[in-house]
C-alpha cells in the first residue's frame, strides 16, 4: 500500500492544505536547507568530506532528495513513484569506488532523515500556529520522509551493490587480459602487469594447477596452501571456473619441488582435488614455462586416471616428454617390453620388480625396500619379465627403463590387452 503525502482522501482538508502549502514553502529554500543538511552530515560523517568531489556529490544529493520528496508532498503523488535521483546514484557509486563499505554509504541517509526530523519538521511546528493541525502536519511529513528514504536507500544500496560488481569484473578482466598475454609470450609492461596482478614477476616463478569434479571445493584455500609450503602468503590465482584454478607464486629464491618436499602438502590437500606443479624458473618466461608444465601434467594425470594428490613436473617430465603422440608411446612400449606390455596382475608385479631395480641400478636390496617384498620374491619377477619381454633386462637398459616408467605413470593407456 502505498504513502501520500496531502493527497490522502482520509486526511481532512485543512491537513491536506497545510502540507502543500509547508511543501511549498520549504521548496522556496531548498537550497539553504541542502547546505544545511550537508554541514550536519559533515560533522557526523567524516568520510563526506573525504575528497571535493564527494564534497560535490554528497551535497548534490542533499539538494536533489530534498527537492524531489518536498514536491511529492507539494503535489500528493504516492512515495511509491520515487526513485533515486541521478546525483544519489552517483554518489553511491563514488563511495564504491573509493573503498567504503554499504554501513557508510546508507548512513548518509540515516543521518540526512535525522536532519529532516530534528531541524525542518521542528521548524515547521513553529510555523503552524494551530498546535492541533501543526502536529499533524509534522506526523504526515514524518512517515511520508521515513518512507522516502526507505525506498531511496533500498536503490542506492543495489547501485553500490552493482558499482562494486562492475569494478571487480573490471579487475578481473584486467587481470585476466594480464595473465593471458604473459602466458601467450606478449610483449608486456612489466611494470604495469605487476600492479595489475599484485604479484611480482622478476622473482622465481613457480605456477601449479588444482583442479576438482566437486562444485563445492574450495579451491582458494587450496592455492593458498600451495603457496604457504612454497614459501610465499600472496599467490596470484586465477579461477577457470568452479573446479578449477590455476596460480603462481613468486619468491627470491627457487622453492625446492622434489617429490620428498610434498609430503607435508599432500597432508593438505582434500582427497577430491588434484595438484599439478611446475618446475621454478625465473621472471615472466618462468611465468609462462612453468604454467605450461603444471598443465602439462594435468594432462598426464588425467590420462593415466592415478597418481597421488600432488605431483611435480619434474616427476613426470620423461613420460610427458615421450607421450605427446600415445599411438607412437604405445608402439614404443609395445616394441620394448614384448610380453611384459600386456595388461594384467603378475605382468604387473613383473614391471614393478624390474623398474625398481633399475631405479636402484640393480640393487635387489633396495629394491626389495621399496617394493615390500622379499629380495628373492624381487629376483624371480625380474626373470620372469625377462622371459616375457623376451629379450635381457641389459639389453637396450635405456630404452627399456623410459618404457617402464611410461608404463608406470600411463598405466593401461599405453598396454596392450593381448601378447604377441
Same mark, same amino acid.
Given at each position: 500500500m502505498g504513502v501520500r503525502a496531502g493527497g490522502s482522501s482520509d486526511l481532512p482538508e485543512s491537513v491536506a492544505i497545510e502540507l502543500r502549502r509547508t511543501a511549498a514553502e520549504l521548496l522556496g529554500d531548498v537550497s539553504?536547507?541542502?547546505?544545511?543538511?550537508?554541514?550536519?552530515?559533515?560533522?557526523?560523517?567524516?568520510?563526506?568530506?573525504?575528497?571535493?568531489?564527494?564534497?560535490?556529490?554528497?551535497?548534490?544529493?542533499?539538494?536533489?532528495?530534498?527537492?524531489?520528496?518536498?514536491?511529492?508532498?507539494?503535489?500528493?503523488?504516492?512515495?511509491?513513484?520515487?526513485?533515486?535521483?541521478?546525483?544519489?546514484?552517483?554518489?553511491?557509486?563514488?563511495?564504491?569506488?573509493?573503498?567504503?563499505?554499504?554501513d557508510v554509504m546508507l548512513r548518509f541517509y540515516r543521518m540526512g532523515h535525522a536532519y529532516f526530523t530534528e531541524r525542518i519538521l521542528t521548524g515547521v511546528s513553529g510555523s503552524v500556529a494551530d498546535p492541533v493541525l501543526a502536529l499533524a502536519v509534522v506526523a504526515d511529513l514524518q512517515r511520508y520522509g521515513f518512507a522516502y528514504?526507505?525506498?531511496?536507500?533500498?536503490?542506492?544500496?543495489?547501485?553500490?551493490?552493482?558499482?562494486?560488481?562492475?569494478?571487480?569484473?573490471?579487475?578481473?578482466?584486467?587481470?585476466?587480459? $594480464?595473465?593471458? #598475454? @604473459? &602466458?601467450?609470450?606478449?610483449?608486456? /609492461? =612489466?611494470?604495469? %602487469?605487476?600492479?595489475?596482478?599484485?604479484?611480482? +614477476?622478476?622473482?622465481w616463478q613457480t605456477a601449479f594447477v588444482c583442479w576438482t569434479e566437486r562444485d563445492d571445493t574450495d579451491l582458494a584455500r587450496v592455492g593458498s596452501a600451495i603457496a604457504a609450503h612454497l614459501g610465499s602468503p600472496h599467490p596470484l590465482l586465477v579461477s577457470d571456473g568452479a573446479q578449477a584454478l590455476s596460480g603462481w607464486v613468486s619468491t627470491a629464491r627457487a622453492p625446492a619441488v622434489p617429490p620428498a618436499d610434498l609430503t607435508p602438502l599432500?597432508?593438505?590437500v582434500p582427497t577430491s582435488v588434484r595438484v599439478s606443479i611446475g618446475t621454478p624458473a625465473p621472471g615472466p618466461g618462468g611465468?609462462?614455462?612453468?604454467?605450461?608444465?603444471?598443465?602439462?601434467?594435468?594432462r598426464i594425470?588425467?590420462?593415466?586416471?592415478?597418481?597421488?594428490?600432488?605431483?611435480?613436473? $619434474?616427476?613426470? #617430465? @620423461? &613420460?610427458?616428454?615421450?607421450?605427446? /603422440? =600415445?599411438?607412437? %608411446?604405445?608402439?614404443?612400449?609395445?616394441?620394448? +617390453?614384448?610380453?611384459?606390455?600386456?595388461?594384467?596382475?603378475?605382468?604387473?608385479?613383473?614391471?614393478?620388480?624390474?623398474?625398481?631395480?633399475?631405479d636402484a641400478q640393480g640393487g635387489l636390496a633396495a629394491a626389495a625396500e621399496e617394493l615390500g617384498v622379499h629380495r628373492n620374491t624381487v629376483l624371480q619377477r625380474v626373470r620372469r619379465a625377462e622371459e616375457r619381454r623376451?629379450?635381457?633386462?641389459?639389453?637396450?637398459?635405456?630404452?627399456?627403463?623410459?618404457?617402464?616408467?611410461?608404463v608406470h605413470v600411463l598405466g593401461s593407456v599405453v598396454l596392450t590387452s593381448e601378447p604377441g
Open positions: 539553504s536547507h541542502a547546505d544545511l543538511m550537508f554541514g550536519y552530515l559533515l560533522e557526523r560523517i567524516p568520510e563526506a568530506g573525504a575528497d571535493d568531489d564527494l564534497r560535490g556529490l554528497t551535497l548534490g544529493s542533499c539538494s536533489s532528495n530534498l527537492e524531489a520528496v518536498l514536491s511529492m508532498v507539494r503535489h500528493g503523488i504516492d512515495v511509491s513513484a520515487a526513485t533515486a535521483p541521478v546525483t544519489a546514484l552517483e554518489h553511491a557509486r563514488a563511495m564504491a569506488a573509493r573503498g567504503y563499505s554499504v528514504i526507505d525506498r531511496i536507500s533500498s536503490e542506492v544500496a543495489a547501485e553500490y551493490v552493482a558499482e562494486l560488481d562492475r569494478m571487480q569484473n573490471r579487475v578481473r578482466a584486467a587481470r585476466t587480459d $594480464a595473465v593471458r #598475454a @604473459l &602466458v601467450a609470450g606478449d610483449p608486456i /609492461d =612489466l611494470a604495469r %602487469a605487476e600492479r595489475t596482478l599484485s604479484h611480482r +614477476l622478476t622473482g599432500v597432508e593438505q611465468f609462462r614455462d612453468s604454467h605450461a608444465q603444471a598443465q602439462r601434467g594435468r594425470i588425467e590420462l593415466s586416471g592415478q597418481g597421488g594428490p600432488v605431483t611435480s613436473y $619434474a616427476e613426470i #617430465a @620423461l &613420460v610427458d616428454a615421450m607421450s605427446g /603422440d =600415445l599411438d607412437l %608411446a604405445r608402439g614404443f612400449v609395445v616394441s620394448e +617390453l614384448g610380453g611384459l606390455a600386456v595388461a594384467g596382475r603378475r605382468e604387473d608385479e613383473e614391471r614393478r620388480a624390474l623398474l625398481a631395480v633399475l623376451g629379450r635381457p633386462a641389459t639389453d637396450r637398459v635405456a630404452e627399456l627403463h623410459a618404457a617402464l616408467r611410461l
